[in-house]
């Protein structure tokens, strides 16, 4: 599985510390070893801004339905919304408490970062810097990537209507 990631200068210590934690992880059951690629900041400059580095991460995703995104910055909110205007990409924001539970719709129990995978098919995870540490920051990403859709036909239906809707 093919996974991008990018940010600008809030998150450019913590990807650094992502990129070789992901390159070790064992291989996803389903889609296989992970391959990553490093879309930017490719060095520390305190004045870039995030729309640059997150649209290129957005790009490929939306390009290819079996990659993946993680995108940084310092609250993941800005870097979500540029991530979402690119068609196909669903990107969803984390930036705390990942062991905080609560129940589905058919009652069973799960975190709010593996329900992102399995109930919406996320294909961007966004993390703000500032709010987690290096650690919970893997953490979540060991978490997500492992996390497979569940394919049950709501969920299905549900993406589907998220595809169809158009930009007014």
Known sequence: MKVYFGTDHAGFEMKNGLLDFVRELPPHEEEGPYEVEDMGAYEFDEDDDYPEFVACVARAVSGDPFARGVVLGASGQG?????????GVR??????????????ANGKEIDMISSTRMHNDA??????????????AKEAVRAWLSTSFSGDERHARRIKQIENVVHE
Do not use: C, H, P, T
């Open 79 to 87: 870097e979500a919304m540029v991530a979402n205007r690119f068609r």
């Open 91 to 104: 990107a969803a924001v984390y930036y705390g408490e990942r062991g905080q539970k609560q129940k589905d």
């Open 123 to 136: 294909n961007v995870l966004s993390l703000g810097a500032r709010f987690i540490s290096v650690d919970e």
